[in-house]
């Protein structure tokens, strides 16, 4: 089941188009995973829950998020990514966008109302 999972996250990157992932709530598990695995990532300021939490079980993340922690950003944050969902502590936007885990943080609520485009 395992490498069913990575095969369908590595397609992401085979597209031969641009990718992405909003991450607007939990991105834990397989959530993070699969947008690890997007050609660019986006999270909302107000998420407070980014991790890997299988490694607190004493499980290898199956989707392959530990060896794309590894390639996204540096070893250094893959081994500090998975020490801390062992702790059990999850990572804020903005501290996976000072680790190089989600490319950038967007704004969320009353802020994001600049973005949109008029209908």
Known sequence: MG?????????????????????????????LELALFAGYSLARSDIRAIGLPEVRLGLAPGGGGIHRLARLAVPRVA???????????????????RRGIVDQVIPSGPDLEKYKTPS
Do not use: C, K
């Open 3 to 31: 490498a069913e999972g990575w095969r369908t996250f590595r397609r992401l990157t085979e597209l031969g188009v641009p990718s992405f992932a909003l991450i607007t709530g939990f991105a834990l598990g397989g959530g």
């Open 79 to 97: 081994y500090d990514g998975a020490g801390d969902s062992r702790r059990g502590t999850t990572l804020t936007a903005d501290n996976a966008s």
